[in-house]
T-cell receptor, first 110, second 114 residues
Framework: TQLLEQSPQFLSIQEGENLTVYCNSS?????LQWYRQEPGEGPVLLVT?????EVKKLKRLTFQFGDARKDSSLHITAAQPGDTGLYLC??????????FGGGTRLMVKP | SQTIHQWPATLVQPVGSPLSLECTVE??????LYWYRQAAGRGLQLLFY??????ISSEVPQNLSASRPQDRQFILSSKKLLLSDSGFYLC?????????????FGPGTRLTVL
């Protein structure tokens, strides 16, 4: 069974601070996705990383896939209240299914 | 563009009553379809997935069942709800020929069993 561990589970920071969320596994994934979910809504895909060592940027968000494709990180620079939400990582092993992490709940206070 | 719909958005049902949640996808053909359940503020638990009409795979033995009567329709059902069935139910689709495995989610149904 493939598992994805996300840390931290909860994060409360002030507007303008930086943060990093981690997603770790002992399994290798062919790709990994990051989603953001707001209360009462479905998750929205932010990015997919495919190549080991790959770095993708989405405005103030930087996503990195580990060299061995077992882990990933999401770094947010100068967080804003609009970044508040549940961040989920999900790994794909070239099958029909994704393995989801437990999620990181981020709250950015103004 | 593709869109995915779920209804109802919220549902309050008594214990022992039946359940039917519906999910439909527009703008694509032959999608993979998924049902997930999410506990409050946590990750997603895969319940069922389907790669085609009438083809259902169950990931977790439970009180629920799924059906796919049409290519872009996925239904989650129960004959008798339990308290433990309460949760946030999400439907998702992906392309049949997976590139990077991305899934696209519906807005969800909040189910409360009393």
């Amino acid at each position: 069974t493939q598992l994805l561990e996300q840390s931290p589970q909860f994060l409360s920071i002030q507007e303008g601070e930086n943060l990093t969320v981690y997603c770790n596994s002992s399994s290798v994934f062919s790709s990994l996705q990051w989603y953001r979910q707001e209360p009462g809504e479905g998750p929205v895909l932010l990015v997919t990383v495919v190549t080991g060592g790959e770095v993708k940027k989405l405005k103030r968000l930087t996503f990195q896939f580990g060299d061995a494709r077992k882990d990933s990180s999401l770094h947010i620079t100068a967080a804003q209240p609009g970044d508040t939400g549940l961040y989920l990582c999900a790994g794909n092993n070239a099958g029909n299914m994704l393995t989801f992490g437990g999620g990181t709940r981020l709250m950015v206070k103004p | 563009s593709q869109t995915i719909h779920q209804w109802p958005a919220t549902l309050v049902q008594p214990v022992g009553s039946p359940l039917s949640l519906e999910c439909t996808v527009e703008g694509t053909s032959n999608p993979n379809l998924y049902w997930y359940r999410q506990a409050a503020g946590r990750g997603l638990q895969l319940l069922f997935y389907s790669v085609g009409i009438g083809q259902i795979s169950s990931e977790v033995p439970q009180n629920l069942s799924a059906s796919r009567p049409q290519d872009r329709q996925f239904i989650l059902s129960s004959k008798k709800l339990l308290l433990s069935d309460s949760g946030f139910y999400l439907c998702a689709w992906s392309y049949l020929s997976l590139d990077e495995g991305e899934q696209f989610f519906g807005p969800g149904t909040r189910l409360t069993v009393l």
